[in-house]
């Protein structure tokens, strides 16, 4: 029961950062083009550029647990599909633990640098004068659901013998 309730959590939080992410696109979209309209009726629009980089950066870190678990990551899967089970389960648990060690550890450390970011009170050197640390700290939660999703992942395998990876069908067609 348990572990159904933390399934359906983590699979929410996963879908709900990708949707953040989508709308991320959306929201650099919207800049561009009110960038755009602002330059022809002679307006300026300060800060635009910062912002719709925020918003890239945004887009990516918080896509990066979703993309995992839909299979949109490169994963070399000729090399695993051409060895033995036994060694293709070592070699996802050796991917698997890699992965999140290196995730958990950018998180540390991006948490550091957004925790100095706010404790000396850096602000932007572009026209958007913004406090450094609120952009910032989408990279933490990014690289946390990162983090999150390869521990997930590694379990699943540790456990059940197999990753949560779905794959595309456009993937599942190309290697035929």
């Known amino acids: 029961m348990a572990v159904t309730a933390i399934r359906k959590t983590l ?3 996963y ?10 696109l959306i929201a650099i979209l919207v800049l561009i083009v009110a960038q755009m309209v602002a330059r022809w009726t002679g307006e300026i629009f300060p800060g635009a550029p910062n912002y719709a980089g ?4 945004a887009a990516s870190f ?6 995992l678990n839909k299979g949109a990551h490169i994963r070399v899967s000729i090399l695993l599909n051409s060895v033995p089970a036994h060694l293709k389960r070592a070699l996802e648990i050796w991917c698997f633990s890699l992965g999140a060690a290196i995730a958990w550890y950018f ?15 850096e602000i932007s050197q572009g026209q958007d004068a913004i406090h450094l640390w609120i952009p910032q700290s989408v990279m933490v939660i990014g690289g946390g659901l990162l983090a999150i999703a390869l521990t997930d992942n590694l379990f ?5 013998g197999d990753h949560r990876i779905t ?9 035929v």
């Open 11 to 13: 699979d929410f939080l």
């Open 15 to 24: 879908l709900l950062a990708g949707i953040a992410a989508a709308i991320c």
């Open 54 to 57: 925020y918003a890239m950066a």
């Open 62 to 67: 918080l896509a990066f647990a979703n993309a």
């Open 107 to 121: 998180t540390y450390y991006a948490y550091w640098f957004v925790y100095w970011s706010w404790k000396f009170n």
């Open 156 to 160: 699943h395998v540790l456990f059940k």
């Open 167 to 175: 794959r595309d069908t456009v993937d599942e067609q190309s290697e």
